[in-house]
């Protein structure tokens, strides 16, 4: 998580300074990027917590440059 986190692929959305969820991603140098992770917390389920992130992440990889973004199970 510490390298994610350093290379910007690790995205915490927090609600009044609560962690309420994480995403964790990777963008390869052939522009594919692969969601890894993602979770909410108990309380903040079903409150678009998700939704947020990935549209952060969606963002974040055009930024980024990716061009392809896959689900890993």
């Known amino acids: ?9 690790l995205l915490v959305a927090t609600v009044d300074g609560t962690v309420a969820g994480f995403l964790r991603f990777h963008k390869r140098r052939d522009h594919v990027a692969t969601l890894y992770e993602i979770a909410s917390a108990g309380e903040f389920r079903r409150r678009g ?5 990935i549209a952060s992440m969606l963002e974040a990889c055009r930024k980024m440059g990716a061009r392809l973004i896959r689900l890993s199970c």
């Open 1 to 9: 998580y510490v390298e994610s986190q350093s290379r910007g692929e």
């Open 49 to 53: 917590v998700a939704r947020h992130l």
